[in-house]
């Protein structure tokens, strides 16, 4: 929080010490803390413009279950974007689709584990406690849709979110509507919200739609 401040203040160099100092306690934390807290370091010297330290830290962070390394490397890719850098964007994004692809055994942790369902006022992350194997599943399909569809990729997320159980389905093609269309890519936009199936949806996905179209320019 302090670094991102920092950022926002527009010293990104009093953010990179920030992280600095932060990292090395980090890499001595237990896991799934450990991890948890490496991707949100990644993501902070992403918004600082350090993007080669952001690359080390995500090294750091545990391969199972996916979900940190693919957030911080869709801050990279988003950093990335705005610095002008459409080549290590589109890298960063097509890493974090990939990462979210696990062909392997499920790697949970002994021990309590916590959330079957999305994150919401009643339900939050402890970063302490493993996620459920379910919930870890849903958040991959969730992730890797949104990864696909900023890459242009629309059949393929239309594929990805399909999987997803309903009713959250509908309501997360709604959402990565409205993060394409926000991104200025409202042809892709367009094209995923012609995939809702909810006539309700649908048209909330068309409104934000509408809304990004008056807002700024478009990408194809």
């Avoid at 803390?33 to 330290?53: I, K, N, P, Y």
Wanted: aromatic letters at 6%; a positive charge.
């Amino acid at each position: 929080m302090i670094a991102r401040k920092w950022v926002e203040c527009g010293r990104p160099e009093a953010a990179r010490a920030v992280v600095a100092r932060a990292l090395p306690v980090a890499l001595i934390q237990p896991e799934p803390r450990r991890s948890r807290v490496l991707s949100m370091l990644a993501e902070d010297q992403s918004l600082a413009g350090d993007f080669t330290d952001a690359r080390k830290t995500i090294e750091a962070i545990r391969a199972y279950p996916g979900l940190g390394i693919s957030r911080a490397l869709s801050a990279l890719d988003l950093a990335c974007e705005k610095s002008g850098n459409a080549t290590d964007a589109t890298l960063a994004q097509r890493e974090a689709a990939d990462c979210l692809v696990w062909t392997g055994p499920q790697k949970t942790l002994p021990g309590k584990v916590a959330l079957t369902g999305r994150l919401g006022r009643y339900q939050f992350l402890v970063y302490n406690i493993e996620l459920h194997p379910q919930f870890i599943a849903f958040k991959r399909g969730e992730m890797r849709g949104f990864a696909l569809a900023n890459l242009g990729d629309v059949d393929e997320a239309v594929r990805a979110l399909q999987a997803l159980p309903e009713p959250q389905r509908e309501t997360v093609l709604s959402q990565v509507v409205a993060l394409l269309a926000s991104r200025g890519h409202l042809t892709r936009a367009m094209v995923l919200a012609r995939s809702v199936a909810s006539p309700d949806v649908r048209l909330d996905a068309y409104t934000q739609l509408a809304y990004a179209i008056g807002e700024g320019p478009a990408k194809r």
